[in-house]
């Protein structure tokens, strides 16, 4: 069989770039980077249809942040179909074994041949279509997901379609884990776009001064000292937090009196996206808006 006939190539040959997140350790925020960048590269002008793919098997935390934790996985014909964030402008397709889990508290005990063969089907047998980015959410480290992941997807690695982001807090414990992520990339020949310092000081929700609470500077100085492009800095905002935390509905017991704003069934909302709606008042959406905007000059310039 051809690279080009197996079937994660023709599930994922009309995706135009893919890009997986990436972080050497654990706590840095990688599955909040991996939920904004794929709202704000839904906000662009140019409209463009984004996928998120949720890896992290044992902790997946996609669905709740993007409010459609409670939702089922559909069987048609041409496979899997994802869970459209969106509602119906069906511009924002997420796929997560968290899907899958009758209880949001259960949990994933699987060895490696089990979750090698979920992240398979996950991007063979999901029905994909056409996107413009495909942002695959892993888990911390660089272990079997990663190499099961890098395996399926090296058909399109010809193509140079895959590319990645590295995810990093400013303490020196965590910059000294992404060197190891970093060396992983290097290793299997996935390009870095670049790198962004998650929790680089906390922005106060009254005032917005920002104060460092870790060291600050180091994610950087690194990105200096390996090549790599600085995305930027992303500060602790409790709005952000609250906001994924809530997937954009009330917290539980509080009382609903904008039934546009939030539904009270199990289906989305139809006419309103309200994580995104949430999420573009929130501090840190104008600082990842030029984080969403370095990415997509780094994909163009790639793909020149």
């Not at 899907?99 to 490696?112: A, E, T």
């Amino acid at each position: 069989m051809s690279s080009s006939d197996t079937p994660v190539f023709r599930r994922l040959q009309n995706v135009k770039h893919i890009i997986i997140v990436l972080s050497g350790k654990g706590g840095v925020g990688k599955s909040s980077v991996a939920t904004q960048l794929a709202l704000s590269l839904y906000s662009l002008p140019s409209s463009p249809r984004i996928g998120i793919l949720d890896i992290d098997l044992t902790g997946p935390s996609i669905p709740r942040m993007l409010g459609i934790d409670k939702h089922p996985v559909h069987q048609s014909s041409d496979g899997w179909v994802p869970v459209f964030a969106d509602g119906s402008s069906a511009r924002l397709a997420c796929m997560s074994v968290g899907f899958l889990l009758k209880r949001r508290g259960d949990s994933v005990v699987w060895r490696g041949p089990k979750k090698n063969a979920m992240i398979r089907q996950f991007l063979s047998d999901v029905r994909w279509g056409e996107l413009d980015h495909l942002i695959i959410d892993t888990p911390p480290g660089t272990s079997d997901e990663h190499l099961s992941l890098m395996e399926h997807l090296a058909p399109l690695q010809t193509l140079s379609r895959l590319s990645s982001i590295l995810v990093t807090t400013p303490q020196v414990v965590a910059l000294t884990d992404t060197i190891k992520c970093l060396s992983f990339t290097r290793t299997v020949s996935l390009p870095v776009l670049g790198l962004i310092e998650n929790m680089s000081g906390y922005a106060c929700p009254c005032c917005g001064e920002i104060t460092n609470l870790f060291s600050t500077g180091g994610g950087d100085a690194m990105a200096n000292r390996e090549g790599l492009l600085f995305l930027g800095a992303l500060p602790i905002d409790t709005q952000l937090v609250d906001l994924l935390d809530s997937g954009g509905h009330p917290p539980e017991g509080e009382s609903v009196t904008n039934i546009d704003a939030y539904s009270n069934d199990l289906h989305i909302n139809e006419t309103k996206f309200a994580v995104l709606d949430g999420y573009q008042k929130t501090p840190t959406y104008s600082l990842f808006k030029i984080i969403a905007e370095k990415v997509v000059s780094q994909l163009s310039r790639s793909a020149e």
